[in-house]
């Protein structure tokens, strides 16, 4: 009965493995905080100059 249960044990696991490599999970990929920082400080940097380059009343 032992050996039984093991070899199932193991032909089980296997098949798990198998089948979480076919199907991949739609989550996206996490983003650290820090990294999510360093984006919006890159987006604040890009949106930045092109407005201080407009034409401005100012002048």
Do not use: F, G
């Not at 739609?26 to 949106?47: D, F, G, H, T």
């Amino acid at each position: 009965m032992n050996r039984k249960k093991k070899i199932n044990q193991e032909l089980k696991k296997r098949q798990k493995q198998a089948n979480a490599k076919v199907h991949h999970s739609n989550k996206p990929k996490y983003i650290s905080k820090a990294e999510r920082e360093k984006m919006a400080l890159e987006q604040q940097q890009l949106q930045t100059p092109a407005d201080e380059l407009s034409p401005t009343a100012d002048s």
